[in-house]
């Protein structure tokens, strides 16, 4: 079975520009969460989809940042325009929806973004 | 305001030794204390987790201690192994309620 993908692996951008992270869920999992890594902090939340719909978006920075899920399967993260505070990795999760473990999480190997 | 106090920020244990990485929570409301292995240019990997029913739990050489009182727990790597140099992440959350909140890491390097 196919782990959680993301796309691209590292993205090198200047400031007020646009960049778009795509993150491709374990097949069947309803649950699709995105987070972020900023250099040497904890690892923080931004928002959580079930299905196509947005369950919380409180982690959410600013409206700079628009996330979707077109379909309930995979999601984008748009950054527009990228200030330089938005550096950091940026991580995809993904929970199944069935049994009693629809809790664990399963991340991607994150989209390091770096604003310039 | 930071939930889950992880420490310490780095540990250099030899092989063979007992690595024991120890985090703080403040909400009482979490139910579900999992802990992340994180390898070099890869993500979070789930390790092992409990729930505050337990004080403890093993898995090989992995063992969470929860006290529920204190508001901590803890990781303990037994024989710890060059190959268990990673970064360790703690996290609590509701359940069922979605999101995790983690600790700032643990940078973990065992010497051969």
């Known amino acids: 079975e196919a782990g959680v993908t993301q796309f691209p692996s590292h993205s090198v951008i200047e400031k007020g520009q646009t960049v778009t992270l795509r993150c491709d869920p374990i097949s069947g999992h309803d649950n699709l969460y995105w987070y972020r890594r900023v250099m040497g902090k904890e690892i923080k939340f931004l928002l959580h989809f079930v299905k196509e719909s947005k369950q919380d978006e409180s982690g959410m920075p600013n409206n700079r940042f628009l996330a979707e899920r077109t379909g309930g399967t995979y999601s984008t993260l748009k950054v527009q325009p990228a200030e330089l505070e938005d550096s950091g990795v940026y991580f995809c999760?993904?929970?199944?929806?069935?049994?009693?473990?629809?809790?664990?999480?399963?991340f991607g190997p994150g989209t390091r973004l770096t604003v310039t | 305001q930071q939930q889950v106090k992880q420490s310490p920020q780095s540990l250099i244990v030899q092989k063979g030794g007992i690595s024991i990485i120890n985090c703080a929570y403040e909400?009482?409301?979490?139910?579900?204390f999992p802990w992340y292995q994180q390898f070099p240019g890869k993500g979070p990997a789930l390790l092992i987790a409990i729930r505050p029913d337990v004080s403890e739990k093993k898995e090989g050489r992995f063992t969470i201690s929860f006290n529920k009182s204190a508001k901590q727990f803890s990781l303990h790597i037994m024989d710890s192994q060059p190959g268990d140099s990673a970064t360790y992440f703690c996290?609590?959350?509701?359940?069922?309620?979605?999101?995790?909140?983690f600790g700032a890491g643990t940078i973990l390097r065992v010497k051969s």
């Open positions: 996290a609590a959350a509701h359940l069922y309620g979605n999101k995790l909140v």
């Open positions: 999760a993904s929970s199944g929806r069935q049994g009693a473990r629809i809790y664990e999480q399963y």
């Open positions: 909400n009482t409301a979490f139910d579900y």
